[in-house]
């Protein structure tokens, strides 16, 4: 009963992420119906392809230590699935980024003397000595990569690939501004 109404209330309140999460929805909706994957590049260059295949299931009656059994087993064919294209798309390019944001932040520090890191998807730590330095990279990295006008990029990767597609412009974006992030003090603890 509570998780529809917080659901709801996180939609409400974060209205801007909720656009950019139903535009890439519609995106990935076009490039599955246009019959191509989703590509994009990440800012450190890596470049990503989401391509998630329909499958067909089958069953095979066969005999295990003399009983008769069914074994059923997927193929994938060579169409999108349109499905899991739409419910991917959004997590994926969060994760890119996040991703994007770790490996930048591991090279500056890297330049700056920290070696040690312990990281499990977009949570960092280091030793606490070096905290207050990585800290400030990753701030510094946080905003770099923001500043990017990263939708428009990403439409623009898909159009230069895919002349055909009909894109429509991403969302407008709020007051965000990622210069700020340099001054967060709760950004990284």
């Not at 159009?159 to 969302?171: F, Q």
Request: glycine share 4%; net charge negative.
């Amino acid at each position: 009963y509570l998780s529809r109404h917080v659901w709801d209330s996180i939609h409400e309140v974060l209205d801007k992420p909720t656009q950019c999460m139903n535009w890439l929805k519609q995106v990935s909706e076009i490039c599955s119906d246009a019959g191509v994957p989703v590509e994009w590049t990440t800012p450190t260059g890596f470049p990503v392809n989401q391509s998630y295949k329909s499958s067909t299931r089958q069953a095979v009656k066969t005999k295990i230590g003399g009983q008769a059994t069914w074994v059923k087993f997927k193929r994938d064919i060579d169409e999108l699935c349109r499905r899991s294209q739409r419910n991917g798309i959004s997590p994926n390019f969060v994760h890119s980024l996040d991703a994007s944001l770790l490996t930048k932040s591991v090279i500056e520090a890297n330049k700056q003397g920290i070696y040690d890191f312990a990281m499990i998807h977009d949570s960092f730590g280091t030793h606490s000595n070096n905290c207050e330095l990585f800290g400030k990279i990753l701030r510094e990295q946080t905003s770099y990569i923001f500043k990017l006008d990263l939708l428009r990029v990403f439409r623009s990767e898909l159009l230069s690939a895919n002349e055909t597609l009909e894109i429509p412009e991403p969302p407008e974006y709020g007051n965000f501004d990622p210069n700020e992030v340099v001054n967060s003090t709760y950004f990284f603890s």
